[in-house]
């Protein structure tokens, strides 16, 4: 018999994409939430095809990679066009019945895709939203992109 885990109930729909955003809604997931990742079919998450992450004899493909797989255990995936009016509704309806939206742009893009809390919140007044940007929400670095190697040169831990 196995004890409940905390988040059981909770549904979160995962914008997230590379390293942080996923790794914190892999832990959303580990701790029993619904998690439904969500890529847009042109532009998966980059660590489907990091070549550097294929284990030898494995054939590369969008599923291949050990490192996307660890970073996005205990969750489900669809890939949905949000560009699209029917993509948009399918996801706001997803939205609407779901507890959590978790995303790792940078700011202003959900918004232009109608998806800011402003958007969101009318049809769903209890939902959380959570943004995870390198630089931050507001300040003179918030539209630049972050990834790792930006954070480190940045800091200079890079060069140490």
Request: aromatic letters at 8%.
């Amino acid at each position: 018999m196995s004890l409940p885990r905390p988040l059981e109930g909770i549904r979160v729909v995962d914008f997230t994409w590379v390293r942080a955003g996923p790794w914190a809604a892999r832990w959303l997931g580990t701790f029993g939430a619904e998690v439904i990742k969500v890529e847009w079919p042109e532009n998966l998450d980059i660590l489907r095809m990091n070549r550097f992450t294929i284990p030898t004899g494995v054939e590369p493909g969008p599923n291949s990679t050990g490192q996307f797989a660890d970073t996005n255990a205990n969750k489900r995936g669809i890939t949905l066009n949000v560009r699209t009016p029917k993509g948009l509704e399918v996801i706001k309806q997803l939205i609407a019945v779901s507890d959590v939206v978790i995303e790792n742009f940078r700011p202003g893009v959900m918004a232009s895709h109608g998806l800011a809390w402003k958007d969101l919140s009318p049809d769903n007044a209890r939902l959380i939203m959570l943004s995870i940007s390198g630089f931050g929400q507001d300040g003179p670095l918030r539209a630049n992109p972050a990834y790792d190697q930006i954070i480190q040169g940045m800091s200079g831990l890079m060069s140490i």
